[in-house]
């Protein structure tokens, strides 16, 4: 076989390889797993989504490309009244949107749609690793911000380099954020939108958790803030909302150049979703409401933060997100090898802070999603086996 594209070799190893390694050799002693490590929602998709899947797949003008410029007009138009509802901005639905294959699709194909070589993606460490990894693919450099719990895990503006900020391209944040759980302020965005003026770069809001939110907090968005179109595209995805995370469905927002430029680059990659899938999701922004979803995970949280607080691990409880961001309890270990001990010791797999990036080591993630659960029992179970471990140091 001829040798691959040398630009595989632009990206870093899969990092959660060692944790895997040892989450398989504990199955395989027979231990039973509680796997709080991917943020998989496990709770099924709502049945009437379902129900208008159905009849979507009995209509047969779905069965063929879809030619629509912009992405299936049904769903398109259910985003835009969605948005509106949910973020108060009005968004024109031909210039300034369009359909993707989950946000993953659209978050890297955009990184293909502007980087050079030469060019800078500026990305949040610790971070989801796609606007790093197709940003390097497509021949470009990162900056990487740490976000730090002084700065409540935002990108310090003023830190970033002029030369670099020159050179920049694309500016990627994410909040809701994977993995912190950290939440945007609408002050955050003004500046981040009259740093991107400033620099002409172009602003990238992964929202993926944007309807991901407990105790009634509602997410702010770039585009709410003046001038947000004029510098911002944000991404929206079905997956987390709905618990949909199979079916590949959400759509982006924001500058009509932006939405364009990615447009012309999938018009040549691919012919849109599954025209059924597409309604379906018209159907769940149209009529569904994901509270129900919301409070499960609310109380999955609070069980295992109060949890894990009565054992002397204190915790903040996130506002959103699927995920509880926590210091790793003792001075003695890294990320990496507490993650590794509590496998061992409690057969209970989180997340390193240093998968995420260098900047999350000192951090571990756990998600609120957990195939099985009932009523949160195997939240008070992963606690219970959390404290059996003695891995949590006595509190002093
Ligand atoms: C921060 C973040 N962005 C985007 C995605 C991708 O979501 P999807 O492609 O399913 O819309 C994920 C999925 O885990 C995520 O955590």
Not at 174 to 202: G, K, M, S
Not at 213 to 231: A, I, M, N, R
Not at 261 to 277: C, E, M, P, Y
Request: charged share 25%; with cysteine.
């Amino acid at each position: 076989m001829p040798k691959p594209s040398s630009r595989f070799d632009r990206i870093p190893p899969y990092l959660f390889a060692e944790i895997s390694r040892v989450k398989r050799e504990a199955k395989a002693r027979g231990v039973d797993i509680i796997d709080l490590g991917i943020g998989d929602p496990d709770i099924p998709t709502p049945q009437p989504i379902l129900d208008a899947l159905k009849t979507a797949v009995d209509n047969k003008e779905t069965h063929r490309y879809d030619e629509s410029a912009r992405g299936w007009p049904e769903f398109i138009s259910a985003a835009a009244d969605w948005y509106q509802r949910t973020f108060g901005v009005e968004l024109d639905q031909a210039s300034e949107m369009c359909q993707v294959i989950g946000s993953k699709e659209g978050l890297a194909h955009l990184a293909w749609s502007y980087i050079d070589a030469g060019d800078y993606s500026i990305i949040p460490n610790p971070g989801y690793p796609v606007y790093k990894n197709n940003t390097l693919m497509a021949g470009g450099e990162v900056y990487e911000t740490p976000l730090l719990a002084e700065n409540a895990f935002l990108p310090d503006l003023t830190a970033i380099p002029t030369d670099v900020a020159k050179k920049a391209k694309l500016f990627y944040v994410c909040y809701p954020h994977n993995p912190t759980a950290a939440v945007a302020t609408p002050e955050f965005y003004q500046d981040a939108v009259a740093f991107c003026r400033e620099h002409d770069i172009l602003l990238v809001n992964d929202m993926a958790y944007a309807t991901v939110t407990y105790d009634g907090f509602k997410s702010p968005t770039v585009l709410q803030v003046e001038g947000g179109k004029d510098v911002a595209i944000e991404f929206h995805s079905l997956s987390k909302m709905y618990n949909m995370t199979g079916w590949r469905l959400g759509f982006a927002a924001g500058n009509p150049d932006a939405i364009s430029t990615l447009q012309r680059l999938k018009d040549n990659i691919d012919s849109k979703q599954f025209g059924a899938v597409a309604l379906a999701g018209a159907h769940a922004l149209n009529h569904v409401d994901n509270s129900a979803t919301m409070a499960i995970y609310e109380k999955r949280r609070d069980l295992l933060c109060d949890g894990l607080r009565e054992l002397g691990w204190d915790i903040p409880k996130p506002k959103a997100t699927l995920f509880v961001w926590a210091p790793v309890p003792r001075d003695d270990m890294d990320s990496a090898t507490f993650c590794r001990e509590l496998i061992e010791k409690a057969g209970v797999v989180i997340i390193p802070g240093s998968g995420s990036g260098d900047a999350g080591e000192g951090y571990v993630r756990m998600s609120l999603t957990l195939p099985g659960d009932v009523d949160g029992q195997r939240f008070v179970e992963a606690v219970k086996r959390i404290k059996e471990s003695g891995l949590i140091p006595a509190r002093v």
